[in-house]
């Protein structure tokens, strides 16, 4: 019912810049978090970053606080991660999530970055 569609992924150096774009198509009108999960090959998923619909809230991992930023336009039906002073330790591939009311949870196919040192 929601279909999530992710851009911006790539090979950058450390202490370069990425911005991340997660484009939702589909039923998004009861949707109510934002976020943005990463994985590095053997090693769990772990949480990025999160908003709320509206904007009024954000949440970041203490890896990634002071560095990333998350953010939307409801307008676009988009939320971005931009990925600032980034390190050889942020290479993952990085997932957006959605979470809506009822409890349907949708994921994106995943973006890989990709940070040289």
């Known amino acids: 019912q929601v279909q999530l569609v992710e851009s911006g992924g790539g090979l950058v150096q450390a202490g370069g810049s990425l911005r991340l774009s997660c484009a939702a198509s589909?039923?998004?009108?009861?949707?109510?978090?934002l976020r943005w999960y990463r994985q590095a090959p053997g090693k769990a998923r772990e949480f990025v970053a999160a908003?709320?619909?509206?904007?009024?809230?954000?949440n970041y991992a203490d890896s990634v606080k002071g560095r990333f930023t998350i953010s939307r336009d409801n307008a676009k039906n988009t939320v971005y991660l931009q990925m600032n002073s980034l390190k050889p330790e942020d290479t993952a591939i990085y997932y957006c999530?959605?979470?809506?009311?009822?409890?349907?949870?949708?994921w994106g196919q995943g973006t890989q970055v990709t940070v040289s040192s």
């Open positions: 999530n959605v979470l809506q009311y009822g409890g349907s949870d949708y």
């Open positions: 908003i709320n619909w509206g904007g009024s809230s954000t």
């Open positions: 589909g039923r998004t009108f009861n949707s109510y978090m």
